[in-house]
């Protein structure tokens, strides 16, 4: 798949004197930018608050990034490439059952959140909240996103029904589209009572919903 991290680099302005080459100060403002928007979202965001905090310029911005637009992509696009190693670590360990692999990440993102003391969520469901300001390129990208997640857990899910744990004529792919759904919901429940029950109570619901042998 073409993503912005996979474009053809052409800079534009001054470079930033911060002393780090240009791959380490993109990288640089890509884990900032990842900080701030999983804290935020975008519309709260100012550019000028991201180049401050790491000593770039606001005249180099442009030698890495063509608009604030192609930023915000870049940054998902790292988040996705994180979020996909993260749950393939969980779902595809085979030395655990399916529903234990999926219990595994959810215990993950319970300790994620409070570790951060609920400021910071999910990237791609706080861009997803804030779709009305997006362009289409980030909407069409965040939508990819959460097709490819569900993919991934529908295949976790299908190992538990080879295992006995799910039935076998369980529809994988609507149980994790579903999952995905509510599990964003509880996400964003959990942030606004600091408090992991949400999630905790979201995974035990989808666990009894899901149809079993």
Not at 39 to 65: C, E, M, R, W
Not at 166 to 186: K, R, T
Request: proline share 4%; hydrophobic share 45%; net charge positive.
């Amino acid at each position: 798949m073409l993503t912005t991290l996979s474009l053809p680099r052409r800079p534009r302005g001054r470079p930033a004197r911060n002393g780090l080459d240009y791959a380490d100060t993109r990288t640089l403002l890509i884990r900032r930018g990842l900080e701030m928007l999983t804290t935020q979202g975008v519309s709260a965001t100012a550019l000028d608050d991201i180049l401050k905090s790491i000593n770039v310029p606001k005249g180099s911005f442009y030698h890495y990034f063509e608009s604030k637009d192609a930023f915000v992509v870049a940054t998902l696009d790292a988040y996705a490439e994180y979020f996909a190693r993260k749950l393939d670590r969980h779902l595809r360990n085979q030395e655990q059952a399916p529903l234990i692999r999926l219990a595994a990440f959810v215990d993950d993102a319970c300790r994620g959140v409070e570790r951060h003391d609920f400021r910071r969520g999910c990237l791609v469901g706080n861009l997803g909240q804030e779709v009305s300001v997006l362009n289409e390129l980030l909407r069409q990208r965040l939508e990819a996103i959460l097709v490819d997640w569900e993919k991934r857990l529908a295949a976790c899910l299908q190992d538990a029904a080879g295992t006995g744990e799910l039935a076998a004529d369980a529809d994988y792919p609507a149980l994790a589209h579903a999952f995905w759904v509510g599990w964003e919901g509880a996400i964003l429940r959990a942030r606004l009572s600091r408090s992991t029950a949400p999630m905790q109570a979201f995974f035990k619901l989808f666990l009894a919903a899901v149809p079993r042998s």
